[in-house]
């Protein structure tokens, strides 16, 4: 928080800095100068620069992978770092690369695919078909020591 008031009261009146930090939540405090630290610290670890724009967003890249934390943790830390990075660097957050990069992060945390049944049809000469595929075996060696090919599927035509 210091850092956000140093930096605010360079552009704006004492008066309006008091009350745009009253208007902050103790919680929303505490958000900030957490993620602030924790901010800093990547980039004196990465030793990229603050003035360097992709520094938040590889900041934020780390987060996920390192920390594994939840997108909307990741969304909170977005929120946290905007106002210090606008005022203190001049650094404007892009609103499409954010949005893709949590978009990314969610896919990533997301479970993956189910190992459900999946049914398909398949027009077969005169009729149509429902056909099972099961998962198909990982092409590589086997147990048996030959090699592994997934099995033509029956009633294909193959």
């Known amino acids: 928080m210091d850092f956000l008031r140093k930096e605010l009261r360079r552009k704006f009146l004492e008066d309006s800095v008091a009350v745009m930090l009253e208007a902050l939540r103790p919680t929303s405090r505490r ?12 980039l004196s670890s990465a030793q990229k ?52 990069l949590i978009r990314g992060i969610r896919a990533n945390t997301t479970p993956g695919p189910r190992t459900t049944t999946r049914w398909s049809l398949h027009k077969l000469p005169g009729q149509e078909q429902k056909v099972r595929h099961s998962p198909s075996p990982t092409p590589g060696p086997s147990p048996e020591g030959g090699t592994q090919t997934p099995a033509p599927l029956s009633g294909t035509g193959n």
Do not use: M, V
């Open 49 to 100: 620069p603050l003035s360097q724009d992709t520094g938040y967003r590889s900041f934020l890249t780390w987060l996920s992978n390192t920390g594994n934390r939840a997108p909307a943790t990741i969304t909170a830390h977005i929120a946290a770092l905007a106002d210090p990075l606008w005022f203190g660097a001049g650094i404007q957050l892009e609103e499409r690369a954010l949005s893709l």
């Open 31 to 42: 958000q900030y100068e957490s993620c602030w630290k924790i901010f800093k610290i990547f």
